[in-house]
């Protein structure tokens, strides 16, 4: 007949257990451990046990918690960039604004008249404004806009076409997320 010890949960908290794999690992790079014998805190050194000092136990639990911490944190940044690295097609995807009308991006270089629809003078127009962006020298006061309640004057000098243009404050955060991807990769590759 074969005695089974019998099964039991472990009375510790999850964060006694971690602790414990945390504590093996800094004994193998620190060449010493704190440990309870009897009751009393020793420090344990190739294998030799002595009685151990404040300054020791105190250093010792110290270092023990703040990797545990640092572990800790190192999973919430994984966390938070995975969330970052889903949510950034998304804030880029409404960065962008697409559309067909008389909206006039601010780089004219972004609107396409539609050919079958505009004047010649409208194409002419939009072609001198895309010029006068490449050159530097555009001024985009087209002077549209409302005149007063129930007013609006339409002056669409380009005509009719689709366009293409960005929300610049939302093209400034999604290159804040980049930035923040590349970097905690960066981290993650250097503490890997």
Not at 100 to 109: K, S
Not at 157 to 182: F, H, M, N, V
Request: glycine letters at 8%; aromatic letters at 8%.
């Amino acid at each position: 007949m074969n005695f089974q010890p019998p099964e039991y949960d472990d009375p510790r908290d999850e964060e006694d257990r971690m602790n414990d794999g945390i504590r093996a690992a800094l004994a193998d790079k620190l060449g010493f451990s704190i440990e309870e014998r009897g009751g009393c805190p020793v420090i344990v050194e190739d294998g030799e046990a002595k009685p151990a000092d404040l300054e020791h136990r105190v250093l010792w639990d110290e270092v023990v918690s703040l990797t545990a911490e640092a572990d800790s944190l190192r999973a919430v940044n994984a966390e938070l960039l995975e969330a970052l690295e889903r949510a950034l097609p998304l804030m880029e995807a409404e960065a962008v604004i697409n559309g067909y009308g008389y909206y006039r991006p601010a780089n004219p270089n972004d609107f396409h008249p539609d050919h079958e629809s505009c004047s010649e003078d409208e194409i002419a127009a939009h072609k001198a404004a895309c010029e006068a962006y490449d050159a530097g020298t555009y001024n985009d006061n087209y002077g549209g806009g409302w005149a007063g309640p129930g007013l609006h004057i339409l002056k669409a000098p380009w005509g009719i076409g689709s366009y293409t243009d960005t929300i610049p404050e939302l093209e400034a955060q999604c290159q804040k997320a980049r930035a923040a991807i590349a970097s905690a990769r960066k981290q993650d590759n250097h503490h890997g």
